[in-house]
């Protein structure tokens, strides 16, 4: 079991207690099927769409398990978080269930809907620019002068533990259904999603493949496992995927990812927006640049993952502003 977060790896007995912590505020989101997708694709396709969690992507699910767990006396000092949306989210709801002061700092260039959303949970937003700022060091400044516990979006691993709820959940329902996936494709970022559900899935189901599904051009965690080391992105690189532009993959995820990962795929811009299309069009679900990534991969390689049996896909987030998702709604979906 983890005893410190910022150096233990969690194992799968930590993703168990986390989805016990997590009983009665996150949402057990559905497996899906869609008779389109199986037949564009080639193979069964099952869904898991995070797009319904509460707050809108699965980052309430580590967001949650952590900060649940930061002991009475601390609590009244806060939180403090840096986030392009999503993170911010899960951070800023778990804190107001909790009675406590949150402070997300953000990009300035992140989505309006995500900051707005942030600040309508209650969250203090501090904005930052992207290339010349650091977060890191903006949040390390606030935990500094107001004690607040510093929430990092992956680099824990309670949120990697948190995370992988969503994998364990999608384990269980496919195994309930007597299916087994051959493969999986997940959105990486930092990669505390793909690293839980990695954990969940070795468990569970050791025979599935796990795929990364990231932005074309910020492919860190895909050039970080062909080198066998951590791999930093080039700054100042801009994809519509938003929530998914970390520097580089976090270096507890890092050490699941080794194990577990067998490598990637990444999704051009005009990819993205024609899986947010696909998904809206016949899934008849909201899902943000970032969250489509994997659907996108998968639509996009078919020959690979059909080879492999069924496949699910983990839909990661739905926090799209209005004007992008008519953007993407407009264009007419793949087939």
Not at 119 to 128: D, I, N, P, T
Not at 244 to 265: A, I, S
Request: hydrophobic share 45%; net charge neutral.
């Amino acid at each position: 079991m983890i005893t410190d977060p910022l150096k233990d790896l969690p194992t799968f007995a930590d993703v168990e207690d986390a989805a016990k912590r997590l009983e009665g505020v996150a949402i057990r989101t559905p497996l899906l099927r869609n008779d389109v997708l199986d037949q564009i694709v080639g193979c069964p396709v099952w869904l898991k769409p995070e797009t319904l969690q509460r707050t809108g992507s699965f980052k309430m699910r580590g967001a949650w398990n952590r900060i649940s767990r930061i002991p009475e006396a601390d609590r009244r000092r806060g939180v403090v978080a840096f986030s392009s949306g999503n993170h911010a989210q899960g951070v800023a709801e778990s804190a107001k269930i909790l009675g406590m002061k949150a402070t997300i700092v953000m990009p300035a260039d992140a989505p309006k809907a995500k900051i707005e959303a942030a600040r309508g949970r209650g969250a203090e937003v501090r904005l930052y620019d992207r290339v010349k700022e650091s977060r890191e060091g903006i949040a390390a400044e606030i935990a500094e002068r107001t004690g607040a516990t510093t929430i990092r979006p992956f680099d824990d691993a309670w949120i990697m533990a948190g995370q992988g709820t969503a994998g364990l959940e999608a384990a269980q329902d496919a195994k309930a259904r007597g299916v087994t996936f051959g493969s999986l494709a997940c959105n990486a970022s930092g990669g505390g999603l793909i690293s839980g559900v990695a954990i969940a899935f070795e468990a569970l189901s050791p025979s599935t493949e796990v795929w990364a599904a990231e932005p074309a051009g910020h492919d860190d965690l895909i050039r970080s496992l062909k080198a066998g080391k951590i791999v930093a992105n080039d700054p100042g690189y801009r994809s519509i995927a938003d929530a998914l532009l970390t520097p580089e993959p976090g270096v507890l995820p890092f050490e699941v990812h080794k194990r577990r990962v067998k490598g990637g795929f990444t999704a051009t811009n005009d990819q993205l927006l024609d899986a947010m299309s696909f998904a809206f069009h016949y899934l008849k679900l909201v899902v943000e640049p970032g969250g489509a990534c994997s659907l996108a991969t998968v639509l996009n390689n078919r020959k690979h993952f059909a080879e492999r049996g069924p496949v699910l896909i983990v839909l990661s987030g739905g926090n799209v502003d209005a004007e992008m998702f008519a953007r993407a709604i407009a264009r007419t979906p793949p087939a």
